[in-house]
């Protein structure tokens, strides 16, 4: 866990509390989206961890996009200015849409997401975080699939940086100052 690190790491969750929460998170998907094949949109870079582990659980035919928003820079706190650096090349229309997102913070990234892929005409779309920090909420966002709630803290780990560090790190962290 030697990374140039800018203050000290505490365990938030353990990669056992993760995998237990992810194998939960794909029942509850695997349910409701039986007999579909829905589109999977990964946000990078920081969800792609929690993508692999989730859609390996899946026990349904799903397809993967991915797109990358950014607000954080290289601070710990939201710009509350979206960037989109990759956008979806699939078409949405009358398809199921699942956002799969590492976490929802302020809920701008996710509403200005979410109000982009309304506009593909999908079937339906839903959004599941492995981590959600409603304290920290500006717009509101409906999440359909929670893995944890978690205070307002800053957390790496588990595909989640600090200035792109980090997110190696199988257990996830809060960085304490």
Known sequence: ??????????????RREIEMTVNRLAEEITREYQGRKPLLVSVLKG???????????LDFPLELEFVQLSSYGSGTESSGKIRMAQV????LKDRDVLIVEDIVDSGQSMAYLLERLHKKKPASIKLCCLLDKPS?????????????????????GYGMDYAEQYRNLPDIYVIES
């Open 1 to 14: 866990m030697k990374q140039n690190n800018p203050a000290s790491l505490q365990v938030l969750y353990t």
């Open 47 to 57: 969800s792609v961890i929690f993508l692999s582990d989730l859609a390996r659980r």
């Open 88 to 91: 979806l090349h699939t078409p």
């Open 136 to 156: 920290r909420r500006k717009v509101p966002v409906t999440v359909d699939y929670r893995g944890f709630t978690v205070p307002d803290k800053f957390i790496v």
